[in-house]
């Protein structure tokens, strides 16, 4: 059954500040790895989504990276800023189930 | 286009009602989903429906828990009786694949 787990669970950083959150899965047969972004009382919004056959993504502020064949995943946000706050979630799809596995997320707390 | 609309966005009950859950995905996509969010679990998809009809079912936490799709711009998520531990935000999905998918603002229900 594949897990995906997420370190850390919260995060606070001062303005300005590069960060990386982290994402490990257990079934690396997976086709692609998803991050979102889910603020306080409201839906998730996709960021990136990275191929099975791809080793990272870019929007932005925003890379993600992916190592299929170590089963983990890093989300890097440049200059952080307090618009940044939210919950971030990294959810594979594929591998023994045929849909959306999600971690816990992290949620981050970028201080002005 | 509107997104993914849920309804109602809050809802407290009383252990042993019925609650009813509403979503209205977006138009042309072919496939909904259902999610339950809770602090304990993350997000957990309870059922998935591909042209209406239910493809995955095995979230559903037990018999008391019912999805129907009757036509393509329509679904609902039936607890009937409802319990405290029922109590989480529920997140309806939808989008033309399973790895793509666009999140409605969530109902979040609290069964006292």
């Known amino acids: 059954k594949q897990e995906v787990t997420q370190i850390p669970a919260a995060l606070s950083v001062p303005e300005g500040e590069n960060l990386v959150l982290n994402c490990s899965f257990t079934d690396s047969a997976i086709y692609n790895l998803q991050w979102f972004r889910q603020d306080p009382g409201k839906g998730l919004t996709s960021l990136l989504l990275?191929?099975?056959?791809?080793r990272e993504q870019t929007s932005g502020r925003l890379n993600a990276s992916l190592d299929k064949s170590s089963g983990r995943s890093t989300l890097y946000i440049a200059a952080s800023q307090p618009g940044d706050s939210a919950t971030y979630l990294c959810a594979v799809y594929g591998g023994s189930q045929g849909n959306l596995i999600f971690g816990k997320g992290t949620k981050l707390s970028v201080k002005p | 286009d509107a997104g993914v609309i849920q309804s109602p966005r809050h809802e407290v009950t009383e252990m042993g009602q019925e609650v009813t859950l509403r979503c209205k995905p977006i138009?042309?996509?072919?496939?909904l989903f259902w999610y339950r969010q809770t602090m304990m679990r993350g997000l957990e998809l309870l059922i998935y429906?591909?042209?209406?009809?239910?493809?995955?079912d095995s979230g559903m936490p037990e018999d008391r828990f019912s999805a129907k799709m009757p036509n393509a711009s329509f679904s609902t998520l039936k607890i009937q009786p409802s319990e405290p531990r029922d109590s989480a935000v529920y997140f309806c999905a939808s989008g033309r694949g399973e790895e793509t998918q666009y999140f409605g603002p969530g109902t979040r229900l609290l069964v006292l």
């Open positions: 990275i191929q099975s056959s791809q």
């Open positions: 429906f591909n042209n209406n009809v239910p493809i995955d």
């Open positions: 138009s042309g996509h072919d496939y």
